[in-house]
């Protein structure tokens, strides 16, 4: 006999009781399993592996300005206690830049280094947005000294 199983992940935290009762309105049978943020050696871990899948490497200032970006706190997390949120805590997150970093190659890297910025993460930052565009039918030029804006 076939059995069919829905599985929910999600990072978004609420009240235990509010959350299992709103994903039980629509899936009855679902069984809802919290998982803990990612803490911080699991998230360098992550990084690393999922580097060494593409057979990659990562530099390590790299990986610790990764897992040294804030995230912004919700009144949740604050009723959790939580007084410092990081971008690595959210598995989906850590995964995406991860594999935006991977995909990159050399010539992104140089292109985002002509930018006026003194800053290097808002140099890949503002590089990052501008492909964003681009793959989004936008067509102008990066200007390394707008910042590719």
């Known amino acids: 006999m076939l059995t069919i199983t829905s599985v929910f992940v999600t990072t978004i935290r609420t009240d235990e009781n509010e959350y299992i009762e709103e994903i039980t309105r629509y899936k009855p049978h679902a069984e809802v399993i919290p998982l803990p943020y990612l803490e911080r050696e699991e998230a360098r871990e992550l990084i690393i592996r999922r580097c060494e899948s593409y057979h990659k490497n990562i530099a390590p200032r790299v990986v610790e300005t990764m897992l040294n970006k804030k995230s912004d706190i919700t009144e949740e997390m604050k009723k959790q206690g939580l007084t410092d949120v990081y971008g690595f805590f959210f598995p989906l997150w850590l995964v995406l830049v991860t594999d935006?970093?991977?995909?990159?190659?050399?010539?992104?890297?140089?292109?985002?280094?002509?930018?006026?910025?003194?800053?290097?993460?808002?140099?890949?930052?503002?590089?990052?947005?501008?492909?964003?565009?681009?793959r989004s039918g936008g067509n102008e030029p990066f200007h390394p000294a707008l910042g590719g804006r």
Do not use: F, P, Q, V
Not at 105 to 134: H, M, P
């Open 100 to 134: 935006y970093l991977i995909l990159m190659g050399a010539d992104d890297y140089s292109k985002a280094n002509e930018s006026d910025e003194t800053d290097n993460e808002l140099k890949l930052e503002n590089y990052c947005r501008y492909l964003d565009r681009r």
